[in-house]
């Protein structure tokens, strides 16, 4: 070890040059402390001098549970490896904490930008003041699936007003009139923009309440769809794929069938939609667009931190009608024509 | 901002204490490379006044895309949050130099441990120096599936040879004799406890190839599926519930029919194995115990550098007996008993 080197890290420890040399080389009679000081700062040095990786890009995700997160966090990986950039990957557990935590950790790794797939910048309400922080380091935001006013950022989102009028049409379609919506938190941008869409289009004013919100669990679902059922709906539009299958299980729950008494439609079409039984009828995300253009965007050149830019872009998602969703039981008792023309796989 | 940190941005900069006020109060007229150099400093200075976290643990898998890896980072994730432990996760794209640079990272990032699911300590040949690199810098390695004789570290791996011995008596009970297994990249230990395992139960100097090495994905299952097959077996040990449901597809894209004509298992239980149709059967890895073993091991003492220790922690599966396999057509046939004695869901 060259001699400059020793007298790097003794300055950075505190230590003498031969007490770095005596705990490189494994010598006896060391305090513990005084090992780990040495440690420390060779472990330091040794590493700025590997030097930041130009472009490493943190993602941040809910948790990796929901499969959809997983593949969030799989697909942006993929478009940042083929643009040369290197990944590195945080959930958010519980709350703004881990979601402040996981941005000092990317800034510590001199990330040059920060995706966030359904953060904090999808709450109504609460604290971001740690994404101002990123911008003002200069660093480019990309936020998934949320959009706040009072945020600078490219903001890329599914549409989910128009997700709800592809649901609802296709109901409608098959002869369905009670159709219920259950959704997880609402106090966040997607599930207002869901329960908007909904309204317009669904007459809420009767007695039945028609929109449940629980979580977007398998068991959030099993537990939204029995409250629907009791509500007397026909079909449930879920919030998310895991969600519909656990509504599946709680119409079965009550002696039903899906899809002869009831019509489930997820929402994601994560890899497995296709496999479950039966199949399920869902509302694609068009994840490959997005996480194109949320690359694009992160690896964009540095945001210009006095004056950050806001984009908004919303992104169509696409009908997948499969199996969990089947004419309305009185369209088939009338003989009333159910029209056929949205896309089957 | 206080006078002394100007001066140390400056120093790190090297730049006037003029300069970096000028930059940090968003002035006009400073060149972009001396903006960039400024904003540098501030930013290393001040996360390292935030300080390393104590107990941060990097996860790798190597991709978030089969939920098992998914299902791995989560629970991992978890059980360090239940201990107070935060997680970084990386994933390692194509190649051992994914793999070293996601370990720079988290030497970057001052981690106590280490856990990698399915790294390159679970093949046969080829580098592990950046692991060794790790142990010496006194960070605690947790290895899942694989080991390595050759290097320290808590190896925690699934019981490949009792998962074999499970599957197949599991299907010899339910009057199977051809049965064959498919598997990914045979160079890996836990391929090679699963070969050398079924190659002590059948009788493989038979003319037929029983084992047919693909990969561990759908497409993978798929071929393996035709192929084994075309040799004749009336059941097929796949070597993950993602190859499985490829195998069920193989099996169906010839005509035949899982479970009447062709039994298959799976091996993870993924979380939607019980929801494809048919439900898999197949063999659980018991995530949440070898997740423990592996959160206790990478928050245990630091290793000591010097003598790093070597431990091996075999954890036996389940067979979790679903709809996916049944009676062989030819024990249907003759009408010979088939015992259950399988625990069924």
Not at 46 to 74: C, K, M, R, T, Y
Not at 308 to 330: F, H, M, W, Y
Request: hydrophobic content about 40%; glycine content about 8%; overall charge negative.
């Amino acid at each position: 070890m060259a001699r400059t080197r020793l007298k790097d890290i003794a300055q950075r420890a505190g230590v003498s040059e031969s007490t770095v040399s005596r705990v490189l080389n494994h010598r006896e009679g060391i305090a513990e402390d005084t090992q780990r000081l040495v440690r420390e700062a060779a472990r330091a040095l040794s590493h700025h001098a590997v030097g930041d990786e130009d472009d490493l890009v943190g993602v941040l995700v809910p948790d990796l549970e929901n499969p959809i997160f997983s593949q969030w966090a799989d697909r942006l990986e993929a478009d940042l490896f083929q643009r040369d950039a290197a990944t590195i990957i945080a959930t958010r557990p519980r709350g703004t904490k881990g979601e402040q935590h996981a941005f000092h950790r990317f800034l510590r790794l001199g990330v040059r930008g920060v995706v966030v797939v359904s953060g904090f910048h999808a709450q109504q309400h609460g604290p971001v003041a740690h994404y101002r922080e990123l911008l003002g380091e200069g660093i480019n935001l990309a936020l998934i699936n949320g959009v706040r006013e009072d945020l600078a950022g490219t903001f890329i989102s599914t549409d989910d007003v128009a997700a709800i009028e592809l649901a609802v049409g296709h109901l409608q379609d098959l002869g369905h009139s009670q159709i219920g919506l259950a959704l997880g938190d609402e106090h966040t941008w997607p599930v207002r923009q869901k329960v908007r869409a909904f309204e317009r289009l669904i007459d809420v004013s009767t007695a039945a309440r028609t929109i449940a919100y629980t979580d977007f669990s398998y068991a959030g679902g099993y537990e939204a769809a029995r409250e629907l059922l009791r509500q007397g709906m026909s079909a449930i539009i879920c919030g998310s794929d895991v969600m519909a299958t656990g509504a599946i299980a709680g119409v079965r729950s009550l002696g039903k069938d899906v899809p002869r008494d009831v019509s489930v439609v997820g929402f994601d079409d994560v890899s497995w939609a296709r496999l479950t039984s039966p199949a399920l009828t869902t509302l694609r995300q068009d994840v490959p667009q997005m996480s194109r253009a949320a690359v694009q965007a992160v690896l964009a050149s540095p945001v210009d931190s006095r004056r950050p830019e806001r984009t908004e872009l919303l992104v169509p998602p696409q009908l997948v009608a499969r199996e969990s969703t089947g004419a309305s039981a009185s369209s088939r008792r009338t003989g009333s024509p159910v029209s056929a023309d949205t896309m089957r796989e």
